[in-house]
């Protein structure tokens, strides 16, 4: 793929990832759909809402905000100086006026002519924030593409996947690097019942084995084998931080780092022993390794006991505005190795 084209194919795979992302946040709990009979656009002509805070609108706005932005880039290379701008508002837009519709059949969430506008609001000035900087970015990016990024095939999807791995990291609920866990979203019990010296193994196996298929993931995008030992550690060194402060935001700030428990320590420990030789295998070691290591956490995380005290610690959480949010980082993690474990085989088979 031509340097020029990587980054804009990069948007547009952030721009389908973050309209998935709206409009799963838009409809969740997904569940307790009903006719009231009302039309669906009924909001439009409504006044004022009688319920709203100042972090709805806010919200509101900065949900839209990065969809607008993406979708500026995106579109860069359309005819016309202001066409991405207009079609990129019109499609904020528009989706955001679709989700207000649809909501009419949820009985938890309330259409409202308000989020309307402060989601279109939000999706212009992401839009604005492209169209200006837009031509700058595209030419920072190609730059560093073509220093760091390894001309693998589908590398943006890669890239999208590790950002989408980051954003799991906003998740009080689940263990350190553990993704795909289905129990919840099929109602399965836990497998094994729950003993502290067992545990303690298997959560440090969960998070060795994601740190290495995640690592190697990295690795696989990385132009030249010295720039992986320096932005790898950088890489999980942001998960990380990721992992503490929504723990400090959304739990309590005393529990910042209550998720680094022995077994994610000894975890990260024997996975970044594990990492340092696997990164400079060949291509095809590599992909295979980190496909084994991403199925293997994958059966451990559905196999893993639940923990009697992480329950009870995360008792405490209000979630409140946090509740879709809460939902949707549980089923980008769920999703995330389904997605995954495609992209390395379509580079294993490439490689």
Do not use: K
Not at 53 to 70: A, E, I, M, Q
Not at 144 to 171: K, M
Not at 196 to 216: P, Q, W, Y
Not at 228 to 248: E, G, H, K, M
């Amino acid at each position: 793929m031509p340097t020029s084209r990587r980054p804009i194919v990069l948007s547009r795979y952030l721009a389908l990832a973050w309209c998935g992302l709206v409009v799963y946040g838009s409809l969740h709990p997904f569940s307790g759909w009903r006719d009231t009979g009302a039309s669906p656009i009924a909001f439009l002509e409504g006044g004022w809402p009688r319920y709203w805070t100042v972090f709805d609108l806010v919200s509101n706005v900065v949900v839209y905000l990065p969809l607008g932005f993406f979708l500026v880039l995106a579109m860069h290379r359309l005819p016309g100086r202001f066409t991405a701008l207009v079609l990129a508002v019109l499609l904020g837009g528009g989706l955001s006026f679709g989700m207000e519709t649809v909501q009419t059949w949820l009985p938890s969430r309330v259409p409202s002519n308000l989020d309307l506008v402060c989601n279109t609001l939000g999706t212009l000035l992401g839009a604005l924030w492209g169209h200006v900087v837009g031509p700058r970015i595209f030419a920072r990016l190609s730059e560093l593409e073509h220093r760091l990024i390894a001309q693998v095939p589908h590398a943006e999807l890669g890239l999208t996947l590790l950002g989408l791995w980051l954003l799991v990291q906003l998740s009080p609920e689940t263990l350190l690097f553990g993704t795909g866990d289905l129990r919840q979203l099929l109602g399965l019990p836990g497998a094994v019942p729950f003993a502290a010296e067992s545990f303690v193994l298997i959560e440090a196996a969960i998070t060795a084995f994601n740190a290495v298929a995640v690592g190697l993931i990295v690795r696989l995008l990385c132009a030249q084998l010295a720039a992986a030992y320096l932005v790898v550690p950088i890489f999980f060194l942001a998960a990380l931080a990721v992992s503490a402060i929504a723990a400090a935001i959304l739990v309590n700030p005393a529990e910042a780092f209550a998720w680094l428990t022995p077994g994610a320590r000894l975890g990260l420990i024997v996975g970044g022993v594990a990492l340092l030789p696997a990164m400079a295998l060949p291509a095809l070691a590599r992909t295979m390794i980190a496909c084994l290591a991403l199925v293997m956490g994958l059966v451990l995380v559905n196999l893993a006991p639940h923990n009697p005290y992480s329950l009870a610690a995360l008792a405490v959480w209000r979630q409140g505005h946090f509740l879709n949010f809460n939902g949707l980082t549980r089923l980008v993690s769920t999703l995330w190795p389904f997605l995954t474990l495609p992209f390395l085989l379509l580079t294993l088979r490439r490689t």
